[in-house]
């Protein structure tokens, strides 16, 4: 399969940053397991002009299997939005309705340079290296929370600020409790 210059910018994000250890991580990856994912083949990437048409969103977000894939990236060709409002919609889109499917999205934003210094010392990752593509990633909120818990197991976690944690984990935790919550009283 032939990769579109997208795919191949995100794959090399993937392996020349996420995967590379990082020295305020206690030397883990920024993401451990994004490599893998793309490395077994359990990682699809769906391009598009606008991140957030609806047939665009829609058609999506409902075809991810987490028996066939680790990781749904949707990626747009064009900034549309501010990085206000990207966050805004990805909140919005967990905190009240992807929780119930046991789905959650994370987003990287072109504009978001003042994240990737304050976590990972450097803003590059959101640069010239993966372009300047807002990407939401869906995923497992199940998968998701054990992976995190087993992070918390080392000191992968022990430089993130505690806005950043809580953002992060914290906010993961809760939406899982709130779905096991919801399955056992329905």
């Not at 883990?28 to 397991?33: A, E, K, T």
């Not at 002009?49 to 829609?58: G, I, Q």
């Not at 058609?59 to 060709?77: M, N, R």
């Not at 119930?100 to 959101?126: A, C, Q, R, W």
Request: hydrophobic content about 35%.
């Amino acid at each position: 399969m032939s990769l579109s210059k997208i795919e191949k910018d995100i794959h090399c994000w993937v392996y020349e940053f996420l995967a590379k250890p990082n020295e305020l991580l206690g030397w883990l990856p920024v993401c451990p397991y994004a490599a893998k994912a793309l490395h077994e083949e359990r990682a699809r990437i769906e391009i598009n002009t606008n991140l957030f048409s609806e047939s665009f969103y829609e058609k999506y977000i409902p075809t991810f299997d987490h028996h066939k894939e680790d990781i749904l990236i949707l990626v747009s060709t064009l900034n549309e939005r501010s990085f206000t409002e990207f966050n805004g919609f990805i909140t919005k889109q967990n905190q009240c309705i992807l929780w119930k499917e046991d789905v959650f999205i994370m987003g990287s934003h072109p504009d978001d340079t003042e994240e990737g210094i304050e976590l990972f010392g450097t803003n590059e990752y959101n640069d010239e290296e993966v372009g300047p593509y807002p990407m939401i990633f869906v995923q497992k909120l199940s998968d998701l929370v054990h992976e995190s818990r087993k992070l918390q197991k080392t000191n992968y976690y022990d430089n993130f600020k505690v806005k950043d944690y809580k953002q992060l984990v914290d906010e993961r935790e809760e939406l899982y409790k709130r779905m096991i919550h919801h399955r056992f009283t329905i």
